[in-house]
């Protein structure tokens, strides 16, 4: 399920009552703030006022519902607590069930609530700042295609390409002289046959990435490569991507690449 479709469900999650604990934790180490894992104090401070305000109403069911989030939300958060990210957003209620919990690569506010519903504006506002976003960086080795939102990734895949031309490196080996007496005719050739079997290749993964971006509902989709190889892969595409980065970032890992697409 994609965080999109994911959103629009907890849109749509209401009870009677309060039961919804929703949890935006900033946990980024970056952060001044945030020194020292100081996101430990402030989710047990966000969680005691919210425990104490029930207290003070005495409504012992209300109390009990909430004592079994908050319960199952530090839990998680501490179980994870060594591979935090820059934020968690996390939703859940005991009845009706309820959990959803993303661990973000984008600024969070820390703020808690407990209502009768998720509370999702700053969870849509994120989605808005980085949104279901494609990012294909293709090579002449590879196409690599990176699904992500919010800062995220939720899937990688890499597409090898195969030139065809078993003789391609030996071909490329041959001794100069060889070379001058056929006028590199051989060699103009291959150079010709690999750059329309690469060109077949593209064309190919063009179609793989509109069908995905239909199937995956990117809002924006990004070529990162060089320049040549770039614009080659676009023209392939049937919408323009929303921007063409000229960097060769395919050895590179994917939080870096984030960084260099939406934050740049």
């Keep these: 399920m994609s965080i999109a479709e994911e959103l629009k469900k907890l849109k749509e999650f209401s009870c009677n009552t309060r039961c919804v604990l929703s949890v935006y934790l900033n ?34 069911q209300e109390i009990q519902a909430y004592k079994k989030v908050k319960d199952k939300v530090m ?12 934020g968690v ?14 661990y973000v690569q984008v600024q969070v506010k820390t703020n808690f609530y407990w209502e009768d519903h998720p509370i999702v504006e700053q969870m849509e506002y994120m989605l808005k700042a980085y949104p279901q976003a494609g990012i294909i960086l293709p090579s002449f080795g590879e196409v690599r295609i990176l699904d992500t939102a919010m800062g995220f990734i939720n899937d990688e895949k890499k597409y090898s390409f195969d030139s065809g031309l078993e003789v391609w490196r030996e071909q490329k080996g041959l001794n100069s002289s060889f ?3 056929t006028g590199g005719s ?11 079997n690469l060109e077949r290749f593209y064309k190919e993964m063009g179609s793989i990435v509109d069908k995905m971006k239909k199937e995956r509902q990117w809002k924006e989709v990004y070529v990162v490569g060089e320049a040549e ?21 395919n050895n590179v890992e994917p939080k870096k690449i984030l960084h260099q697409v939406f934050e740049k």
Excluded at 75 to 86: A, G, M
Excluded at 89 to 102: C, G, K, R
Excluded at 233 to 239: A, G, I, L, P
């Design 27 to 60: 946990t980024n180490p970056a952060d001044p703030e945030q020194q020292k894992s100081a996101w430990k104090i402030q989710l047990k401070n966000g969680l005691k006022r919210i425990d104490e305000y029930l207290q003070a109403s005495d409504d012992q």
């Design 75 to 86: 839990k998680e958060i501490e179980d994870h607590q060594n591979d935090l990210n820059k």
């Design 89 to 102: 957003v996390i939703f859940a209620s005991a009845e009706p069930e309820l959990w959803s919990v993303h």
């Design 179 to 181: 070379q001058r007496g």
């Design 186 to 196: 051989h060699t103009d050739d291959l150079d010709q046959r690999l750059k329309e």
């Design 229 to 249: 190889l770039a614009n080659s892969f676009s023209r392939t595409m049937r919408d323009k991507p929303t921007n063409s980065i000229y960097k060769n970032l």
